[in-house]
């Protein structure tokens, strides 16, 4: 498959002139530069990230991305597109490439990743309240797994394969709060309760699981699972 080595310079000068003029240094910093080649892919869009980069929390933790990373954009939620934009096309390009491989690997819990996008968007030069609407979406419908070494993978269905899903959700609420979000520019304890009554399913423990205690007579016996 033929390869487009095509640069894309002006993600890197955009994206680095947009966290100058308006990013935030109290939401952390970016390190390294966005630079990116786009594959020649005619079913997915999927771009190589030519060089490392990182995200630095205000708290010190850094998420690194290596060099090779293949973009994909598959990281952010389909709501999410359609309420708020495709996530290389707008103001937010550093974030989404750090979320998007933060959700590949999925080492990290998914609520840290989503308060790092928060962070990020921020330091990005993306309104408070804006950032605030793209985190509640992602509450909502994002991306949610469990990690490695999370108790889950030996006793609900072994470490063959990732455990990755995304709640359903009642759009017409997502966009409701959407709307209550940009207007109210809410804490994220609030965001948090309230993006609960968006979901329809939380999911998705849809394997197959031994119940660890069961009732046998009146004797609560509990079985190692």
Known sequence: MKTLLI???MVALSAGALAADGGNTNNGT???RVIVEWLDDPFVPTMRLVEPFAYRQPQGKVWAVPGGHLVKGRGLPPLFRDLIGEPFNGGFR??????DYVTQKMTEPWEDAQHMFLDATGAEGVPQAESKAMYMLL???GSRWEVPDSTCYGHCHGKEEPLLWRPAVDEAVVGELLGWVRRNNPTLSEIDKRAQSAILDPGPHVFP????RVFSG?????IVC
Do not use: D, H, N, W
């Open 218 to 222: 009146s004797t609560l016996v509990k």
């Open 209 to 212: 699981q031994q119940p660890c």
């Open 7 to 9: 640069v894309v310079s």
């Open 30 to 32: 970016f390190e390294g």
């Open 139 to 141: 509450r909502a419908q």
């Open 94 to 99: 550093k974030s989404s490439i750090v979320y």
